[in-house]
């Protein structure tokens, strides 16, 4: 796997599928169009791409549904306990707002849970990357005997060709296939619903041209994150989800997140001491509602995490003003998806 140092601009865009639904929430002040702040959002567009200019990408209603039905399922759980919606909770931005998941048997897991909302657009999964999308990702949770605990592929199968809707959803689905209920069906289904899980915020609506769409301070929040080079990692379609970066570029991460356990990250994967402390750069998106933050969530106060990062990753000791406004700013991603996603 490649890590990158450094990315001056656009990094990589996924192409995706429909955009459900717009944040319709306004700023609380509106502020009228200068030349310099459309000089503003012209250099936004060149580190950051709104979800509504991705091209869409065709899935059968049918192939939601199934994947729907299988992401609220706690029959995916060997003993019932938990579905995928469990950990990355739809009623909360994705989420279960917790710092570590419990899983089928009440164990907690090792990393904390990110949300699902726009992880289709990510370049890879989980904060290893060992998963290339959420397709190949929905595989791990329900194999890993600290998640799901299913015992292997074919528990599962058999479990769920004993369910008769099943039995018609997926022949639906896959009417080419002999025996359609497969673990690789059943985790590309699951994909599907992921990909209709890509809400459209305010920070959207301005880099399509409504320059009334963030207020001033918003704008001033904009400006401080690219000024100080925050957009080095966080930037493209989702504001992160594109690269490994150490986390600790300029001092031991723990130090600062007062961390219980220290992870070694890629390390664990790959053997190799150069990639001690690298985790997938998280994505920014809704990151208001995602608290709390980092792999092993040590830490609830976004503004706090504005001030570690600069810290650990930039060497700056940003102002208060500047740590305000880029939490004001990062509000603007905010966005929830359609209602009739959240329940069956």
């Known amino acids: 796997m490649k890590r990158s140092l450094l990315i001056i601009s656009g990094l990589l865009l996924v192409a995706c599928n429909n955009i459900t639904k717009k944040n319709t929430s306004q700023p609380d002040e509106q502020v009228v169009g200068t030349e310099e702040k459309s000089e503003l959002r012209t250099k936004a567009e060149t580190f950051f791409k709104s979800v509504s200019a991705l091209p869409t990408e065709e899935i059968s209603e049918q192939k939601v549904a199934l994947g729907k039905k299988l992401y609220f399922d706690t ?30 048997t009440k164990e907690l897991g090792g990393r904390n ?22 397709e190949e990702q929905a595989e791990g949770p ?74 001033q301070q918003e704008k001033d929040g904009l400006k401080a994150f690219i ?29 600062y997140t007062k961390s219980e356990k220290i992870d070694n990250g890629l390390f664990d994967i790959t053997n190799k001491e150069s990639d001690k402390y690298f985790f997938k750069v998280p994505a920014l998106r809704n990151v208001e509602k995602t608290a709390p933050y980092f792999h092993d969530g040590s830490v609830s106060d976004l503004a706090e995490v504005v001030q570690i990062m600069a810290k650990t990753q930039l060497n700056k000791e940003l102002t208060e003003k500047e740590v305000q406004d880029v939490v004001t700013f990062l509000k603007t991603l905010t966005s929830d998806i359609d209602e009739h996603y959240k329940k069956l």
């Not at 995928?84 to 909360?92: A, F, G, K, P, Y």
């Not at 199968?157 to 959803?169: C, F, G, N, P």
């Not at 989702?238 to 986390?247: A, C, N, V």
Request: proline share 5%; net charge negative; aromatic share 10%.
């Open 113 to 134: 849970s990110p949300t699902v909302f726009h992880s289709s657009l990510h370049a890879m999964q989980f904060w290893d990357g060992r998963a290339k999308d959420v």
């Open 142 to 215: 329900i194999l890993n005997p600290v998640e799901h605990n299913i015992p292997n592929a074919e528990f599962l199968e058999k479990r769920l060709r004993q369910v008769a809707d099943y039995q018609i959803l997926f022949k639906e689905v896959y009417p080419d296939q002999k025996e359609p209920i497969t673990f690789k069906n059943i985790a590309n289904a699951i994909g599907a619903f992921e990909r209709k899980l890509n809400p459209a915020s305010r920070f959207d609506d301005y880099l399509d041209g409504n320059e009334n769409a963030l207020n």
């Open 75 to 104: 029959r995916l759980s060997k003993e019932g306990n938990i579905s995928c919606n469990s950990c990355h909770n739809l009623e909360t931005f994705g989420v279960d707002n917790l710092s570590l998941s419990p899983g089928d």
């Open 227 to 255: 000024d100080n080079a925050c957009i080095t990692c966080h930037s493209g379609v989702t504001l992160g989800g594109q690269m490994f970066q150490k986390f600790g570029l300029f001092g031991n991460y723990w130090e």
